[in-house]
């Protein structure tokens, strides 16, 4: 199994745009998770979905951010319009059941709005 | 609101000798608690974890201990090698999905 995907790895923008980040969860997984990593908060846990379904959306930001999961082999997280406050790396992870210890996180797309 | 704090953001430890990492949390509902590991340009991974009926967890060079009354745990490697130089993330969890996790430790293990 190739693990989580994540892509794009890396993107720069500009302040206004939008971005779209996209994950491959891992075959078989029923949960997955979205974070982000910045220097002063450490990882904070975005939103996360059940059988493709948002069940908790409490730690996006703002309305600027959203996530979908159309099926269960893809997830995008979007901000529009991107700020450069928005400058992390946001992290896809996904798990079987309720363990948190098989929480397989993908590499991460390092976001930066210039 | 950070529920999950590790107060220290790096820490340098000689090969051989004993590495701790510390954190602390403000939430008495967290009932289990999770290490991972980090390495640049790479998601975090699970490491070792502890449930709030133990105080203490072993598996191999690394022990995690737990102390319910102060809120604190700790991550004790020993004996330290440079392979274990990365960023190290404390979480935790109240019986769900939703991890806290601490703003992370840079550990550096000097040969």
């Known amino acids: 199994d190739a693990g989580v995907i994540q892509s794009p790895r890396h993107e720069v923008t500009e302040m206004g745009q939008e971005v779209t980040l996209r994950c491959k969860p891992i075959?078989?997984?029923?949960?997955l998770f979205w974070y982000r990593q910045t220097m002063m908060r450490g990882l904070e846990l975005l939103i996360y979905?059940?059988?493709?379904?948002?069940?908790?959306d409490s730690g996006m930001p703002e309305d600027r951010f959203s996530a979908k999961m159309p099926n269960a082999s893809f997830s995008t997280l979007k901000i529009q319009p991107s700020e450069p406050r928005d400058s992390a790396v946001y992290f896809c992870a996904s798990s079987f059941l309720h363990n948190q210890e098989t929480q397989y996180f993908g590499p991460g797309t390092r976001l930066l709005v210039l | 609101d950070q529920q999950v704090k590790q107060n220290s953001p790096s820490l340098s430890v000689q090969e051989g000798r004993i590495s701790i990492l510390n954190c602390d949390y403000t939430n008495s509902m967290f009932d289990y608690f999770l290490w991972y590991k980090k390495y640049p340009a790479e998601g975090p991974t699970f490491l070792i974890s502890i449930s709030s009926i133990k105080d203490k967890n072993e598996d191999g060079r690394f022990t995690v201990f737990l102390n319910k009354s102060a809120k604190h745990l700790s991550l004790h490697i020993v004996p330290s090698q440079p392979g274990d130089s990365a960023v190290y993330f404390c979480a935790a969890s109240a019986n769900n999905n939703d991890m806290r996790f601490g703003a992370g430790t840079r550990l550096t293990v000097k040969p």
């Open positions: 979905f059940n059988n493709n379904v948002p069940i908790d």
């Open positions: 075959s078989g997984h029923d949960y």
